[in-house]
């Protein structure tokens, strides 16, 4: 069984480009969630997508979204790109969701993302 | 607002020993508890998961408690191995709450 797969798994980019990252679930999972990793916060919440539909967002700025597609894959977009969005983006996806079913995450690889 | 501690935040133990880490968090009304374990540069490699109706769950030579009431979780590795070297995380879920709350984590390093 595949689990979760994130591309590209590295990224370089020049403040106020934008980006746009991939996380396809594992077969049969609904829920995808995304979260940053940095060394200073460490792992902090983006958003929750089920069926499509985003129902929970983290705090953070506009410039960050995301959207799931009918086969459960989903993309997230950062926009107009700060230094300070350098961070490893974690994709994870669950049957239902977290808090919900049996809940268990099942994580990426990861994307790295480097602003410079 | 569910907040998530980890203590220590490192530990260097030689190869052989149990240990012993810890796992703290302020809304004691969880749906479950997660521990990771996360490789440098890597994603998360899930460990355990305990259901808040559930005190542990073992995985090898892994067992992890939970004391709800307490908001208290244990992760305890028995004869640790140089390959047991990572940083270990734990999260929560909150009911219906579609997100985890993570600690900091605990780096662990084991000597040969």
């Known amino acids: 069984k595949a689990g979760v797969t994130q591309t590209p798994r590295y990224l370089i980019k020049t403040r106020g480009q934008q980006v746009t990252l991939s996380c396809s679930p594992i077969?049969?999972?609904?829920?995808v969630s995304w979260y940053q990793q940095t060394p200073g916060q460490g792992l902090q919440f983006l958003f929750e997508y089920f069926s499509e539909t985003q129902r929970n967002k983290g705090n953070f700025p506009g410039r960050f979204s995301g959207r799931q597609f009918s086969n459960s894959r989903s993309e997230m977009n950062v926009s107009t790109l700060e230094l300070g969005d350098s961070a490893l983006y974690l994709c994870?996806?669950?049957?239902?969701?977290?808090?919900?079913?049996?809940?268990?995450?099942?994580f990426g690889q990861g994307t790295r993302l480097t602003v410079v | 607002k569910q907040e998530v501690t980890q203590i220590p935040a490192a530990l260097s133990v030689p190869e052989g020993e149990n240990l012993v880490l810890n796992c703290s968090f302020t809304d004691s009304a969880i749906y479950n508890l997660q521990w990771f374990r996360q490789d440098p540069g890597k994603g998360l490699t899930s460990l355990l998961l305990?259901?808040?109706?559930?005190r542990e769950q073992t995985s090898g030579r892994l067992n992890a408690s939970l004391d709800k009431s307490s908001g208290r979780s244990t992760l305890y590795i028995a004869a640790s191995q140089p390959g047991d070297s990572a940083t270990y995380l734990c999260?929560?879920?909150?009911?219906?709450?579609?997100?985890?709350?993570f600690g900091g984590g605990t780096r662990l390093m084991v000597k040969p």
């Open positions: 077969s049969g999972h609904r829920s």
């Open positions: 994870a996806s669950s049957l239902e969701g977290p808090g919900r079913g049996m809940g268990e995450a099942f």
């Open positions: 305990i259901q808040s109706s559930q």
């Open positions: 999260a929560v879920a909150n009911n219906a709450g579609n997100m985890l709350t």
